[in-house]
């Protein structure tokens, strides 16, 4: 069963930086895509970043140098590091794994990202 867990969210001033982790259990980590999605209050959840089995990446045209996401197959984590944040950043930020086999997709519980002053 495919377990993930974030942490790294809080509370940060506009411009100010925030790392996201996100460990995963009970899965071939190399066999799956691993993504950070985020969702603010009255909105839909959205895309931030996607990184493939190999390092490619793929991320929100919106957020492209501002985000980085990686993944570290040894640790089989994956990390979001946010920069020069912006009020409206703030949103709870969702760990996703999509298998490459089955395309069937779990989600960590979440975390809350806030940015202000």
């Known amino acids: 069963q495919v377990q993930l867990v974030e942490s790294g969210g809080g509370l940060v001033q506009p411009g100010g930086s925030l790392r996201l982790s996100c460990a995963a259990s009970?899965?071939?980590?190399?066999?799956?895509?691993m993504g950070w999605y985020r969702q603010a209050p009255g909105k839909q959840r959205e895309l931030v970043a996607v990184v493939n089995p190999g390092g490619s990446t793929n991320y929100a045209d919106s957020l492209k140098g501002r985000f980085t996401i990686s993944r570290d197959d040894a640790k089989k984590a994956v990390y979001l590091q946010m920069n020069s944040l912006k009020p409206e950043d703030t949103a709870v930020y969702y760990c996703n794994a999509e298998s490459i086999m089955t395309r069937m997709g779990s989600w960590g519980q979440g975390t809350q990202v806030t940015v202000s002053s």
């Open positions: 009970g899965m071939i980590f190399r066999m799956y895509v």
